[in-house]
């Protein structure tokens, strides 16, 4: 009973730690950019309705920038959780599986045929169904006499990775110089969607997926101590996998049609949280979501500052921070077991 | 207003045709992200509307007094918006989601496409003169460059034309074909091209072997133009090596597509083509 109350005080201090991040790096979004608004000024301008530049840099420009970056954090954070603990392998991340490949292919073909001159919706439409149709053949090819083969999953995926990869390599060698650019700068990604549709989609997408996973969290504790011992206390192993699968693609798939490819988040703050909270997924899937979103935001806005009024891709500071915080992290916990 | 003043002496230069700017005319605030259209403004005389640029708008000088808000593909939508323009000028390789992103914010984007060939770098001119009020200024400019175009085309019509390769991309070898503006200056300046009818810029060692021309001309963009006169050396029985005509240009000549720097060009590349005859 003590260890309970111990360990729900320990949750409760961890959420109340993530949401304080996320808050910070909302405020730090909101408040720095080339604009050189004062900081006390936008918190004015937040809460007070007058009309003006201003109001219009931070409600449309700096606003939805910062809820979209919350949303693809969480959902890439999200949804490495699930395929980490799933496929009990620490390397596997949203990008593995070959999902961001199709939906890569998609884009650039949409690109490619200038099909995106017809309503600026077809792009993020394009993408989604280059995932989709990954999607489907992934699951086509693993499913054998129902049972979804989790390895075969994973290597099947990486092979799409690199199918889709040669793809794009083919495209771009047949585009035009501006069509090039479009592709470089969708693969590069980015947070700045000007529809807003899409960005009330994305979050609306990733909060629903982060309470349908909860249905899930005694299914993935179980899960990671292997598919047999999952089975054996009960599991419907089976229909949990299928479903955690659609769920997960789901997810990379819309984040990845939305913003493009946004690497390390969702491989870096999954390994952190568990660092930190522990492998329960009953916190794991909401701190990993809180983290991602706080960490995806943080990145953007020192992206978008660092060397204004130039923009550097997100992925920079996402791969660069994240990465060498991580390695700093694993060198000194290695340090300490010996 | 010390704009204006700036601007004078360089009107001065372009032959005093250009009316003084009108004050009704510069109500406008214009962001313009392409270093072409950004010369070309401050050739019609509105070089004071422009309240953004991108890093590489350094012609004329008077533009390092104006803010920058990008490079030519990453820009920032927050800090053209500070600006308060009423007309923010694009070209294809600008963001799309920032292009995107400014209209949505109800601020008028206008795309100005690359220019191919003379008539377009005109075309694209008078097209924006005519968002300025300027038109009477951009045709004054354009009759005086098509008039000095048609004195070099008859003075160099008379002489044996040379074959020419002009190369402005190193491994792989890129050449210009017909529809380029480089194309048209070596037209123009009585040269032949010879990689006017290849269908694609991609051109091979070989065909330049078989083609033979009488010289080569290196534009050197982003690749050591020496080391490529040397690689051409290594041909001695190309008749440009064997007359010593593999010439290296600046790609500052060549690479600022407006009506007047269209000129300057064409002046230098006939002196290139005709430097013995």
Not at chain 1, 46 to 58: A, D, H, P, T
Not at chain 1, 94 to 99: A, D, K, M, N, V
Not at chain 2, 188 to 203: K, P, R
Not at chain 2, 236 to 260: M, N
Request: proline share 4%.
């Amino acid at each position: 009973m003590q260890k309970i109350k111990k360990r729900s005080l320990k949750w409760i201090f961890w959420l109340l730690v993530l949401a304080a991040a996320v808050l910070g790096a909302a405020a730090f979004a909101l408040s720095v950019g080339s604009a050189g608004i004062p900081f006390g000024k936008v918190f004015r301008i937040l809460f007070e309705g007058q009309k003006g530049i201003e109001r219009s840099i931070i409600w449309d420009i700096r606003m939805p920038r910062l809820l979209l970056g919350f949303a693809i954090g969480g959902a890439l954070s999200l949804a490495g959780v699930i395929l980490q603990g799933m496929f009990r392998n620490p390397l596997v991340e949203p990008y593995t599986l070959g999902i961001s490949g199709g939906a890569a292919v998609g884009v650039s073909l949409n690109i490619l045929f200038g099909l995106h001159r017809i309503g600026v919706l077809t792009m993020p439409f394009s993408g989604f169904l280059g995932a989709c149709l990954v999607i489907l053949l992934l699951y086509g090819l693993n499913m054998k006499r129902r049972v979804l083969s989790l390895q075969g999953l994973l290597l099947t995926g990486v092979m799409i990775n690199f199918i889709a990869s040669s793809l794009i390599m083919l495209i771009l060698a047949l585009s035009r110089r501006e069509s090039l650019q479009g592709i470089i700068f969708w693969i590069m990604g980015s947070l700045d969607e000007p529809n807003a549709f899409l960005t009330r989609l994305a979050l609306g997408a990733s909060v629903l997926f982060l309470v349908a996973t909860y249905f899930f969290h005694s299914d993935l504790n179980a899960l990671a101590l292997g598919e047999e011992e999952a089975l054996h206390l009960g599991v419907p192993v089976e229909r949990t996998k299928r479903l955690l699968f659609l769920i997960t693609s789901l997810l990379i798939g819309v984040s990845v049609a939305v913003s493009g490819m946004i690497g390390f988040v969702g491989l870096v703050v999954p390994h952190f949280m568990k660092k930190m909270v522990g492998c329960d997924h009953r916190i794991l899937l909401a701190a990993s979501f809180l983290a991602g979103g706080a960490f995806l935001v943080f990145c953007d806005t020192l992206a978008r500052t660092v060397i204004a009024p130039m923009e550097l891709p997100v992925g920079v500071i996402t791969g660069i921070l994240g990465g060498s915080l991580f390695v700093f992290v694993l060198m000194r916990d290695n340090g300490e077991g010996r | 207003m010390v704009l204006q003043v700036f601007c004078l002496p360089l009107k001065a230069e372009e032959g005093g045709q250009t009316p003084l700017p009108q004050k009704g005319a510069l109500s406008q605030r214009i962001v313009s992200l392409s270093p072409v259209l950004t010369e070309e403004l401050f050739l019609l005389g509105v070089g004071d509307s422009v309240v953004g640029r991108t890093r590489y708008c350094t012609k004329p000088a008077e533009t390092d007094k104006i803010e920058v808000v990008g490079n030519l593909t990453e820009i920032n939508v927050e800090k053209i918006v500070s600006l308060r323009p009423d007309l923010v000028l694009v070209i294809p390789l600008t963001d799309p989601r920032a292009k995107q992103k400014l209209r949505s914010l109800g601020i008028r984007v206008e795309e100005f496409p690359e220019a191919a060939d003379f008539r377009g770098i005109c075309d694209s001119f008078l097209r924006l003169a005519g968002m300025v009020h300027k038109e009477k200024a951009a045709a004054d400019l354009i009759e005086k460059a098509k008039r000095e175009v048609s004195r070099i085309r008859q003075e160099t019509g008379s002489r044996q034309p040379p074959a020419v390769f002009i190369e402005v991309g190193a491994d792989p070898l890129v050449t210009m074909v017909k529809g380029s503006y480089f194309h048209d200056l070596i037209e123009f300046s009585g040269g032949v091209n010879i990689a006017a009818e290849a269908v694609h810029q991609l051109y091979s060692r070989e065909k330049v072997l078989a083609k033979d021309p009488d010289i080569i001309i290196i534009v050197s963009m982003g690749f050591d133009g020496e080391e490529e006169k040397r690689i051409w050396q290594g041909y001695p029985g190309l008749k440009a090596v064997r007359q010593g005509k593999i010439i290296l240009v600046d790609s500052d000549l060549f690479c600022a597509p407006t009506p007047v720097s269209f000129v300057h060009a064409l002046q230098g590349v006939e002196k290139i083509l005709h430097a013995e005859n």
